[in-house]
């Protein structure tokens, strides 16, 4: 996210200019729609291109490889924020291998489970009301706040007990505290990825 470039609501892929709807809960329902298992690859691609991009589904490339396609470039370039690790060189110029810790790959959030939290939060830190947003708000500005939550928020409280992990100074009381603690808010399983 650039505080210079526009909020998207547009984009051409291949020679094609579409119409892109990326209000926060439109892609919370592209989220539902990719989690259903009552669908199938091919259908969530269409139902979820056509929700967008509000075009019906004979308006959509009929091709699967096009349809996949054209998800595939709005996910990772609209939806999808990936952060992007700073290259650390050596002293001679070379780039330094960055060291993989399993906690970094660990979600502490799910936008369907904690929503309640997320709405709380939002309300609680911007005294903004996610009901009264939906079909306002971009998913980006979603995102964003979401991402700036202060940390006296439920939610960031929540994340911290999920990232707790046990110290050598802890007393043992504290350690079975956050252990029930991270019982309690522990998150389903579930990943939301890119269609092949």
Request: charged content about 30%; overall charge negative.
């Amino acid at each position: 996210m650039r505080l210079n470039d526009p909020l998207v609501t547009s984009f051409t892929f291949n020679d094609v200019e579409y119409e892109l709807d990326m209000a926060f809960d439109n892609i919370l329902n592209v989220f539902d729609w990719l989690d259903s298992p009552k669908l199938r690859q091919r259908e969530k691609v269409k139902r979820c291109l056509s929700f967008l991009l509000n075009l019906p589904p004979k308006e959509l490339p009929q091709s699967t490889e096009e349809l996949i396609e054209l998800w595939n470039y709005i996910y990772e370039n609209y939806i999808l924020f990936k952060e992007k690790e700073p290259i650390i060189y050596d002293r001679k110029g070379n780039p330094m291998p960055v060291p993989k810790d399993e906690e970094d790959d660990k979600k502490h959030i799910d936008l369907e489970q904690d929503a309640e939290y997320i709405y709380a939060s939002f309300l609680q830190a911007y005294n903004i009301n996610l009901f009264e947003q939906q079909g306002v708000m971009h998913w980006h500005e979603f995102k964003a706040l979401l991402n700036g939550l202060p940390s006296n928020t439920i939610m960031q409280g929540i994340i911290q007990i999920r990232a707790w992990k046990p110290s050598k100074h802890d007393t043992p009381k504290h350690q079975e505290e956050m252990r029930k603690l991270q019982t309690k808010h522990a998150l389903h399983d579930k990943d939301r990825e890119e269609v092949d």
